[in-house]
T-cell receptor
Framework: AQTVTQSQPEMSVQEAETVTLSCTYDTSESDYYLFWYKQPPSRQMILVIRQEAYKQQNATENRFSVNFQKAAKSFSLKISDSQLGDAAMYFCAYRDHSGGGADGLTFGKGTHLIIQP | NAGVTQTPKFQVLKTGQSMTLQCAQDMNHEYMSWYRQDPGMGLRLIHYSVGAGITDQGEVPNGYNVSRSTTEDFPLRLLSAAPSQTSVYFC?????????????FGSGTQLSVL
């Protein structure tokens, strides 16, 4: 079974600074997807960024980018120019390359990100 | 287009009671799933469905029952509620066209079992 590990239960960063959240995973598959989800206090799950394992290029979405190291099974999220609205729980998630995510996502335990004004 | 709708948003049960958490999506997605989120944990998959009439177990299926009679609805049944089932429950739906996909989550149901 796949596992996802987030080793930082909580991170704190000054507004406008850059912060990196860590994620490692374990799988025997060669083709899979990795995700970062944001969960603010509203409880809504919001997709931040998605990475396909077969793509060498790291995914980026505006201020959010990932460092995907396939051999090391590492998938970190970098948030640049941190804003107060970035404060939330961040979950790293994995799924196999089966159709439609039919067998669901495997989530890490999350990192609570605090933004200091 | 309402997306994924979960009802109720909050529920309190007594041990041994049964209830059904409702989930409906209006996006014609084939794939639907249920997750639970416990404090300090990520989401864990309970059951999932790849289409009407087809369901399968996820990581933590014990104590829960599902059925999928239509594409739109995927209810989750608690047969005899236990305090260990106190959690936040999320329903999700997704599409897959062979190269692209997106998962849509409902807003969650907070369940307390006393």
């Amino acid at each position: 079974a796949q596992t996802v590990t987030q080793s930082q239960p909580e991170m704190s960063v000054q507004e406008a600074e850059t912060v990196t959240l860590s994620c490692t995973y374990d799988t025997s598959e060669s083709d899979y997807y990795l995700f970062w989800y944001k969960q603010p206090p509203s409880r809504q799950m919001i997709l931040v960024i998605r990475q396909e394992a077969y793509k060498q290029q790291n995914a980026t979405e505006n201020r959010f980018s990932v460092n995907f190291q396939k051999a090391a099974k590492s998938f970190s999220l970098k948030i640049s120019d941190s804003q107060l609205g970035d404060a939330a729980m961040y979950f790293c998630a994995y799924r196999d390359h089966s159709g439609g995510g039919a067998d669901g996502l495997t989530f890490g335990k999350g990192t609570h990100l605090i933004i200091q004004p | 287009n309402a997306g994924v709708t979960q009802t109720p948003k909050f529920q309190v049960l007594k041990t041994g009671q049964s209830m059904t958490l409702q989930c409906a999506q209006d996006m014609n997605h084939e794939y639907m799933s249920w997750y639970r989120q416990d404090p300090g944990m990520g989401l864990r998959l309970i059951h999932y469905s790849v289409g009407a009439g087809i369901t399968d177990q996820g990581e933590v299926p014990n104590g829960y029952n599902v059925s999928r009679s239509t594409t739109e609805d995927f209810p989750l049944r608690l047969l005899s509620a236990a305090p260990s089932q106190t959690s936040v429950y999320f329903c999700a739906s997704s599409y897959w066209n062979g190269y692209n996909e997106k998962l849509f989550f409902g807003s969650g149901t907070q369940l307390s079992v006393l």
